[in-house]
Structures are given as C-alpha cells and as structure tokens.
C-alpha cells in the first residue's frame, strides 16, 4: 500500500508538506504541488478523505438540495445536476444530491450530521424555509433560484423576464394576436409559493399586457396527462387561440399530442413554444417542438462556484440573472387567417408543408 512516506520520498519533499497539501491545511508552493502530485500519479497513491475531513475539520463535499417528492426530475434538471458536480471536480470538490423535502426538516437532520462543508439549494420557493434552517445551521450556501428577501443570499436563477419576453416576441412576429399559457398550477399546496411558476406567470401577464394582447392564463400540473387535458380545455374554453406558450416541460409533450389527438395540426391550426425544455425533450414530439432552452449547464456551474467561493474564502460571485435562449423547431408557423378554421398555407405551400420557424 503506498504511504504519504513514500510520495514524499518520491517528491523530494517531507512528509509533513504532502500532509499539508493533501489536507489543506498550510499552503505550498505551486512547483511544489506539481512535484507531489506528480509523485502521486506515478504512485498511484489515493488520498483518504476521511484522515483529510478529520485533519482539515472539512470534508470537501457538497451537497445540492433537491426536493425530489415535490419536483419531478427532468432532462432539464439532470444538466444543472451535471454540471455542478463538474464545477466541484474541478475545485477537487465532490457533489452530492440530497433529495430532501422543502420543508427543511430533512435537511436540518443532515445538515447536524457534518457530513458537507456546503448546500447548493435547487427548487427556491419565495419564501422557502430551508433557507432559514441554513442561516441557523451556520452552513455555507447559494441558490439556483430566488427568494422574496435577497439581502445576504447569493444567488443565481433563470431570467423569467427576458426569457418570457422573447417568447412572446418570436410568436408575436409570426402574426400571433391570440395567445394562452399554460402554465404551472399555484392552486397546488407544494407549489402556490414556487419560484419559478409564480415568476413566468408575473412576467407572462405583464409583456402580453405590453402587447395589448388579451391575457389568458391556465393552471396545469407537471405531467403529461395534465397537458393533453390542459390543451383539451384551452380548445372548449379559447377556441379563438392560435398559439400556445406552456411552461413545463412535460405538460409541453402533452399538449402537444392533446392537440394532435383532437385533429388539429401543428403548426398548421395552432403554435406550440415550450417555455423552458432541453433539445432531447424536443426531439420527443413529431414536430419537433420549439423552446426556449434551459439555462441549466450555466446555472448548475454558477450556482457551484457561488458555494465554493465562500468555502475558499474568495471574492463572492454576484448575483446573475440568466435567460433561457430561443431555439426554433418545427412547432411554431403563422397563424391561420381571419375567418378560416384551418391556417392559410404560406407560399402555396399544404398545410403541413407551411412555413416553420425562422
């Protein structure tokens, strides 16, 4: 088995210098580190992390709170997983997911075990409770998301704003006057107070007003099923829509195929734009659905490097605002003309041949 004795006759070091390096307790010399992880690599020497957490007093986790029974994971959701736990390597950090409850008991419970130096928080309510049981615990933290009261709290989230702003732009200058979101249902218990969804909502009803665009508005749960009922209810209630923003990335799926199950074509009858998706859920529908992409790699990297910051003792990463970016499919054309049930093919073209996003 190789020792710390024999990387440091290796490096040409003594002992107690591989300790400091490998426990992070004294600073070493960058030629020096060089020397010793070199001496390592050839070694094949593997640090001990819990000698390196009991000398150090930490253990070079964190963790990312993720209320996984109130949240469904997504292939949106798998990206900021990923690449926060690239950031951490990258810091010679490991990252853990911790599928807690957003009450904040859970966490409270791990948080007195010692077991991470720090929490990325995912999933932000308004006014979420795990943030008080970290400012208590005294445990180093960022949000991928925001709270009402920011004072202190480092932050990063998706821009909804410009995000929702964008959207309705693209459909507004295909001709698009009849607009309805579908958006998340705040009726729910786990989810009145959910960032996210209050905040696409809020922005939602402020630019379509900008816009002098009626203002229609739909509860829908995060499912499939939900958005092909969704889309049902929006054709009895709304028929006069010609396109259609929904706000999760599954209840897009099944709007989607609500549509197409009720024989309306798409984009041929009605516009579909996903609000915030990944292209391999695109890809899921036959058009290929049009989104507004998830900012989940960047935010997953921010939010990390938020965190560490603070556990390095660095500059403190201000708060950033990031939008999802416009990605043209196959689910957004222009609108059918005034008085016809079905959409005029653009340029002589069959309905289902009609013009597409540009």
Known sequence: MVTMRDVAQRAGVSIATVSFLLN???????????????????????????????????THIVAMAYPALEHRFGMSTSEFFTSAAEAAR????????????????????LLGQGLVDGVVLMEVQLDDPRVDVLRQS??????????????????????????????????????????????????????????????????Y??????????VVVLPCSDTTQAGKAAAEQLLAEHPETTAILVLNEYAALGVVS???RAGHDVPGDLSVLSLLMV????????????????PGPELGQLGTEALLRQLE?????????????????????????????????????SRRGGRKDR
């Open 205 to 214: 009803r402020r630019v379509a007003a900008s816009y002098g665009l009626p």
């Open 138 to 203: 005294g445990t180093p933290f960022a949000l991928i998301g925001r709270t009402t009261e920011l004072a202190g709290l480092s932050h990063v989230d998706i821009d909804f704003d410009t995000t929702v702003e964008n959207a309705v732009k693209h459909l507004y200058d295909h001709g698009h006057r009849q607009l309805a979101l579908i958006s998340g249902d705040l009726d729910d218990p786990r989810f009145h107070d959910y960032g996210p969804w209050v905040r696409t909502e809020e922005a």
């Open 90 to 109: 990258k810091e010679d950090y490991h990252l853990v997911l911790w599928p807690v409850g957003n009450d904040g008991v859970e966490l409270r419970e």
């Open 24 to 58: 992070d307790t004294k600073p070493v010399t960058a030629a020096t580190r060089a020397r010793i992880e070199q001496a390592m690599a050839e070694l094949g020497y593997r640090r001990n992390v819990v000698a390196r957490a009991l000398a150090s007093r930490r």
């Open 258 to 260: 609500g549509l197409k």
């Open 313 to 349: 003792g660095d500059a403190p990463l201000p708060p950033q605002l990031v939008p999802a970016k416009l990605v043209p499919g196959a689910t957004v054309g222009p609108p059918r003309s005034p008085g016809s049930t079905k959409r005029r093919p653009a340029g002589g073209a």
């Open 279 to 294: 292209p391999e859920t695109a890809a899921m529908t036959e058009p290929e659905l049009t989104m507004m992409r998830t």
